[in-house]
């Protein structure tokens, strides 16, 4: 189901402690949805406003699907350990997500480990399996 | 006795006389608050989603986010606002081109999740983030006329120190909310006076107090508090060039800029 940016940003800046009012509404994800994503890094975008991973999965058919992967800006990252180094082109990585609502190939990165399951940087205080 | 009126009267026209500058300097403590490293918002910890560590945690395992979120007092849901400022929340509640955020500006630096830094000297005090907004913090005793003013999305700030507290005044501020999308929607006659001081070691205060006779009906006082940023062994600058995000719509993510040439 979409609905519409201005009514989640709506909600959002009615509740006095606003959750997570980043650059832009969220809402373009669906956070009920967690989708985790094997591929290859085609590219690391480390700008601002956002961070970008372009990584390319294969799809069921086996054809390879380029995903566009949103994080937060670069400060947040290098709070977590996170520099421009940390994934490299054709590096194999394995990424927890909240998918684009609209189906498209693209996502907000939850988690981010090694194909073999080391922890990228530090995502979060604690292991989420 | 009659001699203490006059000796008083002649230290009077004695400090006078002292060039406005010397009268300033006398009030800068002997030795200045060393206030080095980078600092954040306590009670904001940002994962690598974007999102609060706690809710990215949450999502991550497919549960239903935690309420509340950021600590973010000077965002104005609780300001005691009058019928204009009203307006203002109101028409901010039915935007969707929730995209201005090329920095916080004032007062929003001080209540980012970006790490702050003070440059503190004996004639200014400047606070710098991630995004080069500034306050530069004159030790003057007042501000240019009202003529020779013209607002800026951070505003003219003069300061002195009241013992080991610094005191920062600020005015010309153009409405915060035009510069970043979460910012309040105070006017540009709104006036900023900041009471910062380290209350113990490693932790920052600043008590902010906020007045607008444009859009509050009276004093607005928020709360903010600092610890040192982990992670960091240097400021993290970075140009804002990529804003792939499709504002005011749920389209999604734009293509990579690349793509966007090939295709265009």
């Known amino acids: 189901m979409r609905y519409p940016i201005a009514g989640a940003l709506a909600l959002a800046l009615c509740i006095p402690a606003a959750p997570a009012l980043a650059h832009h509404s969220m809402a373009m994800f669906d956070q009920t949805k967690t989708v985790t994503l094997s591929g290859t890094v085609k590219e690391f975008q480390w700008t601002n406003p956002h961070c970008y991973i372009q990584l390319m999965v294969k799809d069921a058919s086996g054809k390879d699907v380029e995903w566009s992967l949103e994080m937060g800006a670069p400060m947040y990252l290098y709070a977590k350990g996170w520099r421009p180094s940390v994934l490299k082109a054709g590096m194999p990585i394995k990424v927890t997500i909240n998918p684009l609502r609209n189906g498209d190939p693209g996502g907000v990165v939850l988690t981010a480990t090694t194909a073999d399951g080391k922890q990228i940087g530090r995502n979060l205080s604690r292991a989420v399996s | ?264």
């Open chain 2, 1 to 264: 006795m009659r001699t203490l009126p006059l000796l008083a009267t002649v230290a009077v026209l004695a400090f006078a006389a002292i060039p406005a500058g010397a009268q300033r300097a006398a009030k800068i403590p002997a030795r200045l608050p060393d206030w080095s490293g980078l600092w954040v918002p306590e009670g904001n910890d940002t994962a690598i989603s974007g999102l609060p560590e706690a809710a990215t945690e949450a999502r991550a395992e497919g549960k239903t986010p935690p309420p509340g979120g950021f600590n973010r007092p000077l965002f104005g849901f609780g300001a005691p606002w009058n019928e204009e400022g009203k307006r203002r929340q109101a028409a901010r509640q039915g935007e969707t081109a929730n995209c201005r955020a090329q920095g916080w500006g004032f007062p929003m630096l001080m209540n980012a999740d970006a790490p702050i830094q003070f440059f503190v000297t004996r004639d200014k005090v400047m606070i710098l983030n991630a995004y080069r907004d500034v306050t530069d913090v004159r030790m003057a005793a007042k501000h240019p006329s009202e003529d020779d003013l013209w607002p800026t999305v951070w505003g003219d700030s003069i300061g002195h120190w009241e013992g080991d507290t610094l005191v920062i005044d600020t005015i010309a501020v153009k409405n915060p909310h035009d510069y970043f999308h979460g910012a309040p929607p105070l006017s540009d006659k709104a006036h900023y006076v900041q009471r910062i001081r380290m209350d113990k070691p490693h932790h920052l205060i600043d008590d902010i107090t906020i007045e607008d006779p444009t859009t509050l009906t009276g004093p607005w006082k928020a709360h903010l508090a600092f610890m040192p940023a982990e992670g960091f062994e240097r400021m993290v600058y970075d140009n804002y060039d990529n804003d792939r995000t499709e504002c005011g719509t749920d389209s999604g993510i734009a293509p990579p800029k690349d793509e966007q040439k090939s295709s265009g």
